[in-house]
């Protein structure tokens, strides 16, 4: 329930300029926690979640002197406070990190919950006892690449943008690409991140990392690599370089998620870190709900399918609410339009 780098108001304005809102709780006039999130339209209803790439953003509750039981009540009394402020949106999603662990608020505010597993590692220890924490075959994969590849910085965000759009080929990305320019800026410009590359004797770049890090964590943020060339161990020499990085300021690494494959699960556990889950957590209205599951069926069935005035109360999203207007779509609703 700390504050990340993901939560700092430079760091929102880089990625939400103008969009990102800040919910606080106050005791005594005091802030005891706050909430930030960005704010959007979707087709009439109002959405509360994280910016795009960000990896998670949830509470931040202050620290509470005192026995467990006093400390727990105050922490489980802020985030419901903070849930309250934002009942009025139809949709809610947010990605809890791992220090995160009163899940109760959420749960009985009818939260839907889901496992986002990572590793971490603790690199307040010996550079040789990381180095030998690693599995034997991952310490000769990165001893082969030493032999090939070099690792230089990158200072100019847009070497790494074009890298990473060129390695997608023909997907597409999972985000705005747009976005990594102003997050390395806002990042590196509080010596807070890095980019990283594996360069061979001839100048040609294998693959890319950016780090980024905080008070705590060093996160392994965003990789690509040059799927038709770069070395096998390129990713893995990089990765070590950051572990290194971490170890230098006396941080943990975090893998940054997406250890939902065996495959990423073998990667990631050779590097000797320790499994541990992020959450995420999602609460929409019934109407909401409805009006996404429309949005994926064909245009053609759904007008032959769903009555027209109930088309237009869902397109409109939350018209009739802010109106007062009450069709008959919006009396049926009404009984069961709570969070869920």
């Not at 939400?16 to 919910?23: E, L, T, V």
Request: proline share 5%; with cysteine; hydrophobic share 40%.
């Amino acid at each position: 329930m700390r504050k990340s780098i993901f939560h700092e108001s430079w760091w929102l304005d880089a990625l939400a300029p103008g969009s990102w809102r800040d919910m606080t709780s106050t005791r005594g006039g005091h802030v005891t926690g706050y909430l930030r999130f960005v704010e959007r339209r979707e087709g009439g209803f109002k959405i509360c979640e994280m910016p795009q790439i960000n990896r998670f953003l949830g509470p931040v509750v202050a620290p509470h002197p005192g026995k467990p039981e006093v400390r727990n009540r105050a922490i489980h009394s802020v985030i419901s406070e903070l849930l309250e402020r934002v009942e009025e949106y139809d949709h809610v999603q947010m990605t809890l990190g791992t220090e995160f662990n009163d899940l109760v608020p959420f749960v009985a505010s009818g939260y839907r919950v889901e496992v986002q597993p990572t590793f971490l590692l603790d690199c307040n220890a010996p550079i040789d006892g990381l180095w030998s924490g690693l599995r034997d075959k991952t310490r000769n994969v990165i001893r082969r690449a030493r032999e090939r590849l070099t690792v230089s910085e990158i200072v100019e965000a847009d070497h790494f943008v074009d890298f990473y759009r060129a390695n997608l080929g023909v997907e597409d990305s999972y985000f705005d690409l747009s976005l990594i320019a102003p997050a390395f800026a806002a990042a590196h410009g509080h010596d807070q991140g890095k980019i990283i590359a594996a360069v061979d004797a001839n100048g040609v770049v294998h693959a890319q990392v950016m780090l980024i890090w905080d008070d705590k964590y060093v996160h392994y943020f965003l990789s690509t690599r040059n799927k038709e060339l770069a070395h096998g161990g390129a990713e893995s020499l990089l990765l070590w370089t950051g572990i290194e990085l971490a170890q230098s300021r006396g941080l943990h690494f975090d893998f940054d998620g997406g250890i939902t494959t065996d495959t990423r699960f073998r990667f990631a556990v050779a590097f000797g870190g320790e499994p541990a889950n992020r959450f995420e957590v999602t609460r929409s209205t019934p109407r909401f709900q409805v009006a996404r599951v429309l949005r994926r069926i064909p245009r053609a069935v759904v007008r032959r399918i769903v009555p027209r005035r109930l088309r237009t109360y869902l397109s409109n999203g939350c018209a009739a609410r802010a109106t007062g207007a009450a069709s008959w779509p919006a009396r049926a609703l009404r009984a069961t339009d709570k969070p869920v």
